[in-house]
Each structure stands twice: as C-alpha cells, then as structure tokens.
C-alpha cells in the first residue's frame, strides 16, 4: 500500500523557517521523480518544486526559487522541503507528490500524501 505522509508544518511568523518532511512507503522512492505541491483556502493547488530520482536535479516555482530547497534521502525514504524566508503568501495546505516519470519537470503525479498545513502569519 502506497503511503506519503507529510509532517513538519505548522505556525511560523513572517521571515521564519520550517522544514517539512515526507515518509514515503510501499513503492521503489528510489526511482520516482518527487514533488512538492500547496494549496491556499479558495485557490487551485500549484507547484511548488521537485526533485529527481538521484537528487541531482531540481525545478522549482518562480515564487519559491531562493528561498525553498527540495531534497531527498533514499536511504530513508524521504523527501524534504526546507522554506526560509517565508511569508503570509505561503500559507497553504503543503502536500507530497510521486511520480514514475523521470522528467523534473513532468506534470503528472501517480502518488499523493494527505497533506500538513503551513500558517504564515504577518
């Protein structure tokens, strides 16, 4: 049974940091493409950034990119999104994705976790 189980959110000021994590079971996590995606109250879920199989390669939202870094443990089996910088902006629910392409940029997932809120407050 496929399982992504995000953890880590919760309340931070604005300017803070958090780390999220995501366990990852019942599939090869080794050779999926991983992403992390959010979705604020009223709006459609949007990418956030992604990762490769090996780590080697990352892509990530133009409203990220600086401040958010996407990585992964294989040997663990789970991907990280460490966010700095964080503002009101970014308060959303943040989930975990998997997908069996191997394209960074792919848009298409097969696996999804059930979700961890971040609240940004200003």
């Known amino acids: 049974q496929v399982q992504l189980v995000e953890s880590g959110g919760g309340l931070v000021q604005a300017g803070g940091s958090l780390r999220l994590s995501c366990a990852a079971s019942?599939?090869?996590?080794?050779?999926?493409?991983m992403g992390w995606f959010r979705q604020a109250p009223g709006k459609d879920r949007e990418f956030v950034a992604a990762?490769?199989?090996?780590?080697?390669?990352?892509y990530y939202a133009d409203s990220v990119k600086g401040r958010f870094t996407i990585s992964r443990d294989n040997a663990k089996n789970t991907l990280y999104l460490q966010m700095n910088g964080l503002k009101p902006e970014d308060t959303a629910v943040y989930y975990c994705?998997?997908?069996?392409?191997?394209?960074?940029?792919?848009?298409?997932?097969?696996?999804w976790g059930q979700g961890t809120q971040v609240t940004v407050s200003s």
């Open positions: 990762i490769n199989w090996s780590g080697g390669s990352t």
């Open positions: 019942g599939f090869t996590f080794r050779s999926y493409t």
């Open positions: 994705a998997a997908s069996a392409s191997p394209v960074v940029g792919t848009k298409s997932y097969d696996y």
